[in-house]
């Protein structure tokens, strides 16, 4: 009895799915993949953040009366009821100012800056949280950030850097350097940071050989790794265990060794879209990951749908080259099974195919496997 009832809510769930896909306008059968625009790797504006115009000659300007801190620079202002912060944006900067030293937060991004000196720091040995995004920074002084041990985020990215700053403060949670010229990380740059959470690398000029097997060495409790949008054709070696988040958008990865994900033993969040990923790269288990619960593969040359763990409830496949879905095949387990309790089954929830060489309906055996499933796009 029960597995008549599981087979007619399969049915159901089935003919739902197909009335619902049946809504979409039908296309032509693509007869070969469509081509892929070549990467932009010019800077684009980043949400959220202005693009300064070109600096001019005039002075930064100076807004409203003198502050009740002496030691506030005219260029910037500090509101009495947060005296631990100092707002320097949107300033016209070309330097930092002298940081006074009751400073905890520093805001400077969307200015002129091209250096950062040891001097104007030289008192503000009690920053937490220095924002110096969206400036023209290529030099960084290594004694800087050495004697800031209390800093915990430093926000660098659109910048012009070519490397990372050397004896970052081993106290850091999150570092953003994403929008820079870096190619290469030198061994030991991330040396001892052992809190750091959150690691930002986006769109730099990072290749295979700019990545050693102990640049991620020692960050023990990094959550998000970002390289997205380099230049890497491997997969980076030595991610550490703890990471969660694992984002490879935009390389020109090709393949993925069998057992690279082994020892992500928290892995949840992979984003390997627009690489260069076919099923010769792919080993056939390799995203079998039972932590694994959201995986993007968008925009690669895949021409079937990969294995993948029960666990995974998010499938992004769109935009490759899959001609045909084998339900069965693909079934964490046997589709046929009589769960009893439906929670025990595969949990895939989210399916997107469009792109592909594929017509609906959907094979019947794929609705009798993932009965949890609620959105399909093709």
């Known amino acids: 009895m029960r597995a008549v009832v599981g087979l007619w809510s399969a049915l159901t769930l089935f003919l739902l799915m197909e009335a619902v896909i049946a809504q979409r306008t ?3 059968k693509p007869t070969r993949k469509p081509q892929r625009k070549p990467l932009d790797r010019k800077a684009t504006p980043m949400p959220g953040i202005p693009e300064p115009q070109e600096p001019t000659d005039f002075p930064p300007p100076i807004f409203g009366p003198p502050s009740i801190f002496p030691d506030c620079p005219r260029e910037c202002s500090c509101d009495p009821s947060h005296p631990s912060t100092l707002n320097c944006e949107n300033r016209n900067l070309r330097k ?6 009751r400073t905890h937060y520093l805001y400077l991004q969307n200015n002129y800056i091209s250096e950062v000196t040891a001097e104007a720091f030289a008192n503000a ?3 937490r949280w220095v924002n110096l995004a969206n400036n023209r920074i290529q030099r960084v002084d290594k004694e800087v950030f050495a ?6 985020y430093l926000y660098l990215q659109k910048n012009q850097l070519k490397q990372v700053p050397s004896e970052l403060p081993v106290g850091l949670e999150q570092l953003r350097l994403g929008r820079n010229r870096i190619t290469r990380i030198p061994p030991g740059a991330f040396q001892k940071m052992e809190r750091l959470v959150l690691l930002d690398l986006y769109s730099n000029q990072l290749s295979d050989s700019g990545l050693g097997k102990n640049t991620f060495k020692g960050l023990s409790h990094l959550i998000q790794l970002n390289l997205a949008r380099n230049v890497l054709k491997k997969m980076p070696a030595g991610v550490p265990a703890s990471v969660i988040q694992l984002f490879l958008d935009r390389n020109s990865i090709e393949d993925i060794p069998k057992d690279y994900f082994e020892s ?4 949840a969040f992979v984003r390997l879209n627009y690489n260069q990923l076919s099923d010769k790269g792919v080993p056939k288990a390799v995203f079998n990951v039972s932590t694994l619960v959201d995986l993007q593969l968008s925009h690669n040359q895949l021409a079937s749908i990969p294995l993948f763990n029960a666990h995974l409830e998010h499938l992004h ?4 080259s899959i001609e045909s879905i084998n339900g069965t095949r693909i079934c964490p387990q046997s589709p046929t099974s009589d769960y009893g309790d439906i929670t025990l089954g595969p949990k895939l929830r989210y399916l997107r ?3 592909n060489h594929l017509s609906p309906p959907l094979p019947m055996d794929v609705a009798m496997c993932f009965r949890h499933l609620h959105s399909i796009v093709i």
């Open 96 to 101: 930092v100012p002298v940081i006074p030293a």
């Open 317 to 320: 496949l769109d935009h490759n």
């Open 353 to 355: 195919l469009d792109g």
């Open 125 to 127: 040995t009690e920053l």
């Open 264 to 267: 992500l033993v928290h892995l």
């Open 26 to 28: 039908p296309g032509r």
């Open 147 to 152: 004697k800031i041990p209390s800093l915990i």
